[in-house]
């Protein structure tokens, strides 16, 4: 959601997963829907930690639809 705390809340969730940011960054959607698009960019973290930090994102009611992950392989 696009209301003070959604970002801090998703924040936390990502932290007590130990899943690290290493970019943020929030794209205003324009729309009256009171969502704005957020794209994150993590450290490297495992798979299960990534999707129990999805799943409890999705739990918290921060997100319109289902996040999307990209996974990056080097």
Do not use: W
């Not at 943020?24 to 999707?51: L, R």
Request: aromatic share 6%; glycine share 6%.
């Amino acid at each position: 959601k696009d209301a003070a705390g959604s970002f801090a809340t998703a924040a936390g969730i990502f932290a007590k997963n130990s899943v690290s940011f290493s970019a943020a960054m929030q794209k205003d959607s324009g729309s009256s829907n009171g969502y704005a698009t957020v794209i994150i960019i993590t450290h490297e973290t495992s798979k299960a930690n990534m999707d129990a930090t999805l799943k409890e994102i999705m739990e918290k009611n921060i997100s319109e639809s289902a996040p999307v992950c990209l996974g990056i392989e080097e």
